[in-house]
């Protein structure tokens, strides 16, 4: 069964490649529109949207659908609008605790997986020029909260949890999952 990734971040393909599972990437163009309030049930809502939508046209493959909020006190960040948006979100997250929630719909002929995993970070004060000089950079550009933990110039201070979450796909689970699907076929 051929494997499909229904996402084009750079990101998730490059963590999915670590996996050693060859997939092709077709990226879902639903909507994403959800009723849901909390920051778990609306990650699983969109990546189950995304997944579901590839898995339609493709149901011989397994499909992986994604989606990754950072949750700050309440409030959730998605990738940030503009540059103001991107400021407004690491002056909020500086000095301060978050969650990073990424939801996991993994469709197959052989079954169906829906997870979130989720992961404590902790940024370390942050400049207004260390801000300004990182989004000038592009560097919070697509990135849910604004940031990249991945990323060189890196505020977390510390993280609880799996790196790979953070960064937008939980590799230890869907390598579980992923090994269980091959080996049933």
């Excluded at 919070?140 to 790979?164: H, L, P, T, V």
């Amino acid at each position: 069964m051929k494997l499909i990734l229904a996402s084009t971040s750079p990101r998730r393909r490059e963590l999915l490649s670590k996996l050693d599972y060859p997939f092709e990437i077709i990226p879902s163009n639903c909507e994403e529109i959800t009723s849901s309030v909390v920051p778990t049930d609306i990650v699983c809502d969109l990546a189950t949207l995304k997944a579901k939508e590839v898995f339609a046209t493709h149901p011989d493959c397994v499909v992986i659908g994604c989606d990754t909020v950072v949750d700050f006190e309440g409030e959730i960040m998605g990738k940030p609008k503009d540059h103001a948006d991107a400021s407004r979100m690491l002056h909020a997250l500086s000095g301060n605790t978050h969650y990073v929630h990424t939801g996991v719909c993994i469709l197959s002929p052989v079954g169906e997986w829906l997870f979130c995993d989720s992961t404590k970070v902790v940024f370390r004060q942050l400049s207004d020029k260390e801000i300004k000089d990182y989004i000038d950079k592009g560097e919070a550009d697509g990135k849910a909260g604004a940031y990249g933990i991945q990323d060189d110039s890196c505020f977390a201070a510390r993280y609880e949890g799996d790196f790979d979450n953070v960064v937008g796909l939980p590799t230890y689970r869907v390598s579980k999952i992923l090994d269980t699907i091959y080996k049933r076929c």
